[in-house]
């Protein structure tokens, strides 16, 4: 019932700057914290920024001071902004949600995933 959107990618020239975000709907009784994880071809997915709802932030070594994860737990949504970015070729961002749909119920829900493609 409860689903994650993720929009905002595309193609990017190094250096430039994206902003995704992630919108939770369904029936969700609260959101512990929401994350962005990033997954290059080949590759395995993993963590880029962490927020929880409280707005405590985490964030990857290879991110910090370029990304910046920001909530707004009224609308259940996630944004990640992204500037600098290095060219690193297309991956993956993938929204997740450490969510309960009722007071006793709590699991990760994961997004479909949008494209972004850093590349001159």
């Known amino acids: 019932q409860v689903q994650l959107v993720e929009s905002g990618g595309g193609l990017v020239q190094p250096g430039g700057s994206l902003r995704l975000s992630c919108a939770a709907s369904?029936?969700?009784?609260?959101?512990?914290?929401m994350g962005w994880y990033r997954q290059a071809p080949g590759k395995q997915r993993e963590l880029v920024a962490a927020i929880t709802s409280g707005g405590s932030t985490n964030y990857a070594d290879s991110v910090k001071g370029r990304f910046t994860i920001s909530r707004d737990n009224a609308k259940n949504t996630v944004y990640l902004q992204m500037n600098s970015l290095k060219p690193e070729g297309p991956a993956v961002y993938y929204c997740n949600a450490d969510l309960r749909t009722s007071s006793w119920y709590r699991y990760d829900c994961w997004g479909q995933g949008t494209q972004v493609d850093v590349s001159s």
């Open positions: 369904g029936s969700i009784f609260s959101i512990n914290a």
